[in-house]
């Protein structure tokens, strides 16, 4: 039985950090690539990071590039995202996402960025 399962959201002040993590299981992880998404109130679903098997690559949305990173630990199949000066307009639902499984979301985890 597939299971993506995030936490670590919460909020924070402009400018402050949070580690979100997504632990999969029933699938081979270490074989996927993973993907963040995030979905703001209002606005369509988003990527945010990608990261391909072994971590041998990663990408980003242009407004999140140099302050997010995206990184994978196989023996624990987990995907974090490490968050750095946040904004108010990362304000989301955040969601991991692998495809060619079912299902392929987890519940998300709320991040608020407010002062």
């Known amino acids: 039985q597939v299971q993506l399962v995030e936490s670590g959201g919460g909020t924070v002040q402009p400018g402050g950090s949070l580690r979100v993590s997504c632990e999969g299981s029933g699938f081979a992880f270490s074989n996927y690539a993973m993907w963040w998404y995030r979905e703001a109130p209002g606005l369509e679903r988003e990527w945010v990071a990608l990261i391909l098997p072994g971590a041998t690559v990663t990408n980003y949305r242009d407004s999140v590039k140099g302050r997010f990173t995206i990184s994978r630990d196989d023996a624990k199949n987990t995907v974090y995202l490490q968050m750095n000066n946040l904004k108010p307009e990362d304000t989301a639902m955040y969601y991991c996402?692998?495809?060619?499984?079912?299902?392929?979301w987890g519940q998300g985890t709320q991040v608020t960025v407010s002062s």
């Open positions: 996402h692998v495809k060619g499984v079912e299902p392929s």
